[in-house]
């Protein structure tokens, strides 16, 4: 009796984060767009183990169009290099696609989407999900651990946790790193990165068990 073949591993359709991508650039789902230089759309691995989610592109980020390439995107790739993680396997998104301010003499301030602006995003969000299918998704403070998980989750008591969810196998919480840059001193912007750091460690660790 011949062997029976091996199952195929399913994969990815080629190309289909970047079809999603070009559907969001000309989102009209929500007013946010209608201030914002464009629509900013994820990046990194688009079959890597992990994928980190923000809130939503800051000032820089509206202009050069790639997430988390500002001064709270630097902090992060920094810790996750001393976590140990390699962005290689790394994908990188927001909850919110464009770009929430105010204007305060020549700057741009940003503002924090409310509920329905978010809603309206989360289709590209769940898209990018289940087109990536990452290991471990991890959301990065409030707005995005609200979007992924509901009003019950509380970066504050759950940090760090695995929580139980169908969005991948390994979900949970951590602080956004622009929290960390708003630390009022340097001893507290120092103790906070660390255990930022430590959660993702952490994270990382799970991932590789």
Request: aromatic letters at 4%; hydrophobic letters at 40%.
């Amino acid at each position: 009796m011949s062997k029976s073949k091996p199952a195929k591993k399913k994969t990815k359709p080629p190309g289909s984060l970047r079809r999603i991508k070009v559907e969001a650039e000309g989102c009209r789902r929500c007013p946010l767009w209608e201030h914002a230089t464009q629509t900013v759309f994820g990046s990194g691995s688009a079959n890597g183990p992990l994928m980190l989610v923000g809130e939503q592109p800051g000032d820089v980020e509206d202009r050069q169009g790639e997430p988390f390439v500002g001064p709270a995107g630097q902090l992060l790739r920094r810790a996750l290099g001393e976590a140990g993680i390699d962005m290689a396997g790394v994908y990188l998104t927001n909850a919110v696609k464009h770009f929430k301010w105010r204007p305060q003499g020549k700057r741009r301030l940003h503002e924090r989407p409310n509920h329905e602006e978010v809603m309206a995003c989360r289709l590209w969000l769940d898209m990018e999900i289940e087109t990536v299918r990452p290991a471990a998704v991890v959301a990065l403070g409030a707005t995005a651990a609200s979007a992924l998980l509901g009003p019950s989750v509380r970066v504050t008591k759950d940090r760090g946790r695995k929580l139980v969810s169908t969005l991948a196998p390994l979900v949970t919480v951590t602080v956004h790193p622009s929290s960390i840059l708003r630390s009022t001193d340097a001893a507290s912007r120092a103790r906070e990165y660390e255990q930022f750091v430590a959660d993702l460690r952490r994270i990382a660790g799970w991932v590789k068990s």
